[in-house]
């Protein structure tokens, strides 16, 4: 009797361990991508609460909301997502948001990202009565398609995937959704 193992039973065994460790590491990445979109959800949802440290009943929310990082500001919460994502290599490096404001008047203000670029600059006209930020994250859900998480002054904050507006201009207001009719 022989004692030890063949070569082809030692083949054998290092091609399946192989083969484990294949799915172990696909398995770590999809856990890597959702982890990171949970980080993306976290800090957006927080955007409220910081918001509502710039809020003054009698002026609103500050006319540098969307593209200042003090605090009660958006644009250092914004920059820290877009930057998490786009410095891992997953191919966000297309990530943009836009934080968009309105006014007394019902004048929008919109200010894009665009991951590694500078911030934008500049104020919104008015008292500043609501908000809304969203990203586009490109193939979080599924691999053909675009979602976009989106918060708002009213409370909202959560993905929204069959979004039919034919536009950005046919939003309702600064909330996350189509104006009525679309």
Request: with cysteine; net charge neutral.
């Amino acid at each position: 009797m022989k004692k030890g193992f063949t070569l082809i039973e030692l083949l054998v065994v290092i091609a399946i361990i192989g083969i484990l460790a294949g799915i172990v590491l696909t398995s770590l990445n999809a856990a890597r991508n959702k982890a990171k979109v949970a980080s993306i959800q976290s800090t957006m949802s927080s955007m409220r609460e910081q918001s509502e440290l710039g809020f003054d009943s009698s002026a609103g929310y500050p006319s540098d909301l969307c593209t200042s990082s003090a605090p009660g500001r958006l644009s250092g919460m914004i920059q820290s997502f877009l930057g998490y994502l786009g410095d891992t290599g997953s191919g966000y490096s297309n990530l943009q948001a836009r934080c968009t404001t309105i006014n007394e008047e019902s004048s929008y203000s919109s200010f894009n990202y665009v991951y590694n670029s500078d911030p934008p600059s500049g104020l919104a006209s008015g008292k500043i009565l609501g908000w809304r930020v969203f990203a586009v994250l490109k193939n979080i859900r599924s691999s053909n398609t675009q979602t976009l998480f989106c918060v708002d002054s009213t409370g909202f904050a959560g993905f929204l995937e069959n979004l039919t507006c034919p536009s950005w201009s046919h939003w309702d207001g600064v909330k996350c959704r189509c104006a009525d009719g679309y």
